[in-house]
């Protein structure tokens, strides 16, 4: 288990290596940075002097390895619209978006597992093509549209539920409701999918002979590899629920991250657009690390691999 554990943090470092230099690049995408930060119609020598303050007229890789040295000092610069520093920015909208894609991520598990288990024991039968109906609307309906019919429902008609803001839990359960619907699919497929296997398979059919009772042979025996791939889509659902939060903060005015990276997207503000990016793509890289670890050690067979 630790050689396996040593292979896999090496090749996360890698790849967070990697990112790291795709996220400083993505400064450089847009054309000059220094005349986006100097605004339309600013002359010559205004750019000029934007570029030297913010040390633009350095060597890219001079550029890159002192961003690098900052990021991992816990320097993410400071904010072009907001003047604060990014790291002060993150801090206060971290919490909140942590919290949304955690009820997110629960909702969406506890929704797919039993759904998913459901239409596996029930297959081909009326409860089995309920629950992929409910995956497959989850699947085609847009978070923004669905959203928006939420707050109409149930904070203009109904009164039941804040529509904005984060100042309660009550607050997040509209967004995490929108948030956690759209992860269902993947995860109630996928667990449909290894239940189904799993009761085909040689140990549940022993584990019938033995004379269990169907409850102690579907939680005690198949349960397990059933939910093996679900663990690891789990993790990257939750790293696409943090980044598809961009669009529900929007909607339910939560001011979280990702209505950070709205808010400075379109105010150019590169510094918080370069650190979120960086951010979402580390967690997206450790979660996928840990998943690896879970599935290891729930299934001996992987890092016996």
Known sequence: MLQFTVKRLVVALLVALTVSGLSFGLIFLSGDPAVAIAGEGAQQSDIEAVRHR?????????????????????????????????????????????????????????????????????????????????????????????????????????????????ESLTHFILPALVLG???????????????????????VRTARAKGLRPRQVLFGHAIRNAILPVVSVATVEFGFILGGSVVVESVFSIKGVGLLAWESIGRNDFPTIQAIILLYSMIYVW??????????????RIRVS
Not at 181 to 203: E, F
């Open 181 to 203: 619907y759209y992860a269902v699919p993947s995860m109630l497929r996928l667990c449909r999918t290894g239940m189904i296997n799993a009761l085909q398979s040689d140990y």
């Open 287 to 300: 979660l996928t690390f840990f998943a690896d670890i879970i599935n290891a050690w729930l299934d001996p």
């Open 54 to 166: 913010f040390g633009f007229d350095r060597p890219v890789v001079v550029q890159y390895v002192d961003w690098v040295g900052d990021v991992l000092a816990g320097d993410l610069g400071d904010s072009f619209y907001f003047s604060r520093p990014v790291a002060d920015l993150l801090a206060d909208r971290i919490p909140v978006s942590a919290t949304l894609g955690g009820l997110a991520i629960a909702l969406a598990i506890g929704l797919a597992i039993p759904l998913g288990m459901t239409a596996a024991v029930y297959r081909n039968r009326l409860a089995d093509r309920i629950s992929l109906l409910i995956g497959t609307i989850g699947q085609a309906t847009p978070s923004f549209w669905l959203g928006l019919m939420l707050v109409w429902l149930f904070g203009v008609k109904l009164r039941w539920l804040p529509v904005s803001g984060s």
